[in-house]
């Protein structure tokens, strides 16, 4: 059974960083685009960060670009997603996503995942 796990949450002052991992299990993940997503309390889950299957091309939201940093080992069949200069309104759960197209390109919608991770608690205090 797929499966994704994320882990590296917690509470940090603004202006801190913060590194999102998520390990993949069950299949090959390694030929899939792989996503980070994120879910504010009221608000609809959006998109945060995307990474092709090779790692070739990566995609972030105007809301994070410059600040975060997604890469992937597909030896290890990981994910992470790096966070700096964080602000209060990163506060979210963040969820980690695979893509169902092999060989495919990020995408920054959530129709083009199909596997889903449980989410991680990142909450950023002022």
């Known amino acids: 059974q797929a499966q994704l796990v994320e882990s590296g949450g917690g509470l940090v002052q603004a202006g801190g960083s913060l590194r999102l991992s998520c390990a993949a299990s069950?299949?090959?993940?390694?030929?899939?685009?792989m996503g980070w997503f994120r879910q504010a309390p009221g608000k609809e889950r959006e998109f945060v960060a995307g990474?092709?299957?090779?790692?070739?091309?990566?995609g972030y939201s105007d809301a994070v670009k410059g600040r975060f940093t997604i890469s992937r080992d597909n030896a290890q069949n990981t994910v992470y997603l790096q966070m700096n200069s964080l602000l209060p309104e990163d506060t979210a759960i963040y969820y980690c996503?695979?893509?169902?197209?092999?060989?495919?390109?990020?995408?920054?919608?959530?129709?083009?995942?199909?596997?889903w991770g449980q989410g991680t608690q990142v909450t950023v205090s002022s």
């Open positions: 069950g299949r090959t993940f390694s030929t899939y685009p």
């Open positions: 990474i092709k299957w090779n790692s070739a091309s990566t």
């Open positions: 996503a695979a893509g169902f197209r092999i060989f495919a390109n990020w995408a920054n919608t959530e129709s083009e995942y199909n596997v």
